[in-house]
């Protein structure tokens, strides 16, 4: 989609803090996060909600929501990844990843602007782990 901010993304038409990408799928920190490394996963075809994804898509989807949770766990070390799929912010199927030690860190009230140095950092830490 043209107006998709996502898409841009994808495109390398807007930059972003990629943490993981291959040719199906792009994992980047988003900006205003809830928590230091929140990420979201999104595939790189456009789709608006994501019950409308067919189930491999779906399910291709979740293992690699899955590859990401794991690698934010190794190295930012919270007790746990929070998993949120909303579907409001942006008409384009992605899921929130949010490191978080306490259930009341998934509040949107927590969210606040990152700065570049910041997300640099963290996505060193993330690129590290295989």
Not at 3 to 17: H, L, T, Y
Not at 85 to 105: S, T
Not at 125 to 130: A, D, G, L, P, T
Request: net charge positive; charged share 30%; hydrophobic share 40%.
């Amino acid at each position: 989609m043209d107006n998709c901010i996502f898409c841009k993304i994808i495109k390398k038409e807007i930059p972003s803090n990629i943490v993981w990408e291959d040719g199906s799928y792009i994992a980047f920190l988003d900006q205003n996060p809830l928590r230091s490394g929140h990420t979201l996963v999104l595939p790189k075809k456009h789709t608006d909600y994501i019950f409308d994804l067919n189930d491999g898509e779906y399910a291709e989807l979740m293992l690699q929501v899955k590859n990401i949770a794991k690698k934010l766990k190794i190295a930012l070390r919270p007790k746990r990844v929070g998993m949120i799929v909303e579907g409001f912010g942006v008409d384009h199927v992605h899921v929130h990843l949010i490191p978080i030690n306490d259930m009341n860190e998934l509040d949107s009230i927590n969210r606040k602007s990152a700065n570049d140095s910041e997300l640099k950092k963290i996505i060193e830490k993330i690129s590290k782990i295989k």
